[in-house]
């Protein structure tokens, strides 16, 4: 079985596989990490080469099933995942977190993109507490009167960085205490966040720090049975090796 992975979900239901015997995981990487944390079963990274090349790579390697376990915003891997899984006939499962909702005491401002977002910060200077990852940052050098506190895993391309930035790398969860005394020490006005879900830490900040928050709103989810939660996609596994047919069915 393949899943697609980078992310935290795809990591955890990496380490339920381990060591079972009833199913043979990989685990692959789009590459775009420095040094991703090795999982506990085979990997493997790079991209296929689009639809083709991964319906290749499941007809190939006689993939069983397939789990889209990829970040709720990268799309293309979504869409070329369930191409793929028709043109190879392989069942395939969505594992995807659900998103935040904003609650109580929150003061969210949805936007339908990053640029979106970089235009909603407005005319006025603002001190903005960027978390959106190191591939997006572009759009922001449109909105270059702001101050930004950049935080990603790996340092961002010094060409796509907006002029008033500081770079803080780290690997999250963090927690709500971490963010909230991160945001007072720099003098944060406004959160801008993809909306991920996951770990609420800054969120939960924010809205103890009376903050508002730009929110990257979703694109529609991949179609397709779909869970949320790493066991879900295990006891999916479990029902199709139970189910798979057997060498005589398959006419061998
Ligand atoms: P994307 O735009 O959906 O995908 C671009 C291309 O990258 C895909 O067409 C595919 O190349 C390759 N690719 C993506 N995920 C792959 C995987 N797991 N294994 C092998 N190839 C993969 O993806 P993205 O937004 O750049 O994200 C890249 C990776 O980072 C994803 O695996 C995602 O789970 C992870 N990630 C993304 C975000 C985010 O905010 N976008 C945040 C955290 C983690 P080919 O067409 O050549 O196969």
């Not at 990989?26 to 639809?51: E, N």
């Not at 006939?89 to 904003?102: C, D, G």
């Not at 709500?176 to 944060?188: C, K, P, Q, S, Y």
Request: no cysteine; hydrophobic share 45%; proline share 10%.
């Amino acid at each position: 079985m393949l899943i697609l992975g980078g992310t935290a979900e795809a990591s955890a239901l990496a380490r339920l596989l381990a060591g079972e015997s009833w199913v043979a995981p990989v685990l692959s990487f789009a590459g775009r990490t420095v040094s991703p944390v090795l999982p506990p079963i085979p990997s493997r990274v790079g991209g296929f080469g689009g639809v083709d090349g991964l319906a290749a790579y499941l007809a190939r390697e006689r993939v069983e099933a397939l789990i889209d376990a990829t970040h709720p915003f990268a799309h293309q891997i979504s869409i070329n995942a369930e191409r793929a899984a028709e043109v190879a006939s392989v069942p395939r499962l969505v594992l995807q977190r659900p998103p935040w909702i904003a609650g109580p005491g929150d003061s969210w401002h949805s936007v339908p993109s990053v640029a979106a977002a970089a235009a909603a910060l407005g005319e006025a200077p603002q001190r903005v507490f960027l978390t959106i990852g190191r591939q997006d940052l572009l759009p922001f050098q449109a909105a270059a009167h702001h101050f930004y506190l950049i935080r990603s895993v790996d340092p961002p391309d010094p060409a796509l960085l907006p002029p008033r930035a500081e770079i803080l790398t780290g690997r999250g969860p963090f927690t709500e205490d971490h963010d909230r005394a991160l945001m007072e020490r720099h003098g944060i006005g406004v959160l801008v966040t993809k909306n991920s879900g996951g770990a609420e830490g800054k969120l939960r900040a924010a809205r103890a720090l009376g903050l508002p928050v730009i929110m990257v709103a979703r694109r529609p989810a991949p179609t397709g049975e779909t869970v949320t939660e790493p066991e879900a996609a295990l006891a999916w596994l479990r029902a199709h090796a139970e189910t798979r047919p057997t060498p005589d069915d398959r006419g061998a």
